[in-house]
């Protein structure tokens, strides 16, 4: 059975650092593009950031580049994000999701249960 | 970038059917993706590439896309279906996006 379970959400003070992780199993993790989307409470869905199988290509939605930074070991089947300078306005629960497809057309075919992040004083 | 638009809330009677929109600049040129979403549960894939249906989603969901307005059908609407929708595309600056979501209420 295919998985992916988010771990390492918590409260954080506005200005901190947190950093997420993402266990696979059940599918070839080395050769899938895995994505970060968030949604904050009662809100809708936000694309984060995606990364490739070999991390080559790695993009972010503009509300966190320059302060989260995606990252994945293949021989640990597992996926990172580190969040820093975090805001108010990241309090979110946070999905690892598999990205299915081909350019031009992806879609997320696999999401994990979410990891909450809070981001209060 | 490119927006999409949801209404916030579309209700349909029990057993009838329900039609929830996405709207979009031109849309029909791009592959139209929908979710839905439980009350405290991950988003599921319902209809990927506009009308296509992963194992398990019943026959009752369908989709079109056309013009500027992308359709999510759902026939014969039961009680289980209540939930969040949400529409997606990838932009061409390698970005998901989502619509702002529409809750569906089966009356």
């Known amino acids: ?121 | 970038s490119y927006e999409l638009t949801q209404p916030l809330s579309v209700s349909v009677a029990l057993g009838q059917t329900a039609r929830m929109t996405c709207g979009g600049n031109n849309i029909g040129s791009r592959s139209v993706h929908w979710y839905m979403q439980k009350p405290g549960q991950a988003p599921v894939l319902v209809i990927y590439r506009d009308t296509n249906r992963p194992s398990g989603i019943p026959e009752r969901f369908s989709g079109s896309n056309s013009g500027n307005t992308a359709t999510l059908t759902i026939s014969r609407a039961q009680s289980g279906d209540e939930a969040d929708y949400y529409c997606q595309v990838w932009d061409t600056n390698f970005a998901g996006v989502f619509g702002g979501g529409t809750k569906l209420t089966v009356l």
């Open chain 1, 1 to 121: 059975e295919m998985q992916l379970v988010e771990s390492g959400g918590g409260l954080v003070k506005p200005g901190g650092s947190l950093r997420l992780s993402c266990a696979a199993s059940g599918f070839s993790f080395s050769v899938s593009s895995i994505n970060w989307v968030r949604q904050a409470p009662g809100k809708g869905l936000e694309w984060v950031s995606s990364i490739d199988p070999t991390s080559n290509y790695i993009y972010y939605a503009d509300s966190v580049k320059g302060r989260f930074t995606i990252s994945r070991d293949n021989a640990k089947n597992s996926l990172s994000l580190q969040m820093n300078s975090l805001r108010v306005e990241d309090t979110a629960m946070y999905y690892c999701v598999r990205l299915a497809g081909g350019n031009p057309i992806y879609y997320f075919d696999y999401w994990g249960q979410g990891t909450l992040v809070t981001v209060s004083s």
